[in-house]
């Protein structure tokens, strides 16, 4: 379990990149949603202890950040980006990590390695060299090497980002797996990839945590916000392009999903909101105030 208290980030010279943030994690996969820019990979690098924040407390599993060491051990983290020699094979690469983090019997890394290439499915890619790999494999073997040394919490930090939809959806579901006994969070700007696979979600923007719970709260957040009407060519092109959230062609015209506080056309009808239309309109109305 993460505790995160009052936590507040500056950079020399920066605006805040993280602003009061409190809130706490439990065992399960969590969904750390905002867009570029909200302060998601400084709260996770300060999670990995490899960032200090300017204030505020952390505890992990009960033990607080300044214990450093200890901290790196219980989580294993896979960054936004990060590099792998495209000259190393996979395997030879996770090897090396495990001897970074401290394993240091030979036999013993050798048969964890073994058991996460398969875990993350590179049994038969582990021996070819790294830069043959497709963008999905190599954010795989970026989850194994977080994964060594089984640590408790596993943080990854905008990890679909560059993939195609089909790796994409490989790509959550090994993390679904992931999360059945560890603490799980994930950093993304794509509703899509906490939809199916998260049980909680925290919103963050500008720094500032605007909401923390259960993926209907966000979505409840777009009710009484989304409308939609057929609208003709002349209609459609004096709208505010702004309210549009989609659109769809049909023989009656253009079916337009719109969001707004009141209806944003006449004749408009209120509709069920998706979670996506729940974020965007805890966005906006943040933004509006
Ligand atoms: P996100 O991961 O949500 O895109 P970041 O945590 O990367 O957000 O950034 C939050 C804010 O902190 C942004 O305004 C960004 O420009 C700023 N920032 C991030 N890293 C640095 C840094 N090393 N030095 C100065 N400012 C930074």
Known sequence: MITIEHLSKTYRKGAWALLDVSLTFDKGMTGLLGPNGAGKSTLMRILAALLAPTSGQVTINGISLGRSEEIRRMVGYLPQHFHIY??????????????????????????????????VNL????????????????????????????????????????????????????????????TVLLSTHIVADIESNCRKVAVMNQGCLLMTGDLAELQACGEGYVWEAVLNQVQFAALDPALVVSTRTVPEGIICRMTGETAPIYGAVQVEPTLEDGYLALLRRERDE
Not at 86 to 107: F, N, S
Not at 136 to 164: C, F, H, N, W, Y
């Open 86 to 119: 495209p000259q190393m094979t996979g395997r030879d690469y996770l090897d090396y990590v495990g001897v970074m983090k401290g394993i240091t019997d030979k036999a013993a890394r050798r048969k964890e390695i073994s058991r996460l290439l398969e875990m």
């Open 123 to 182: 049994q038969e890619k582990a021996d070819k060299k790294v830069r043959t790999y497709s963008g999905g494999m190599k954010q795989r073997i970026g989850i194994a090497q977080a994964l060594l040394g089984s640590p408790d919490v596993l943080i990854v930090d905008e990890p679909t980002a560059g993939l195609d939809p089909q790796e994409r959806v490989r790509f959550r579901n090994l993390l679904t797996r992931f999360s059945m006994n560890r």
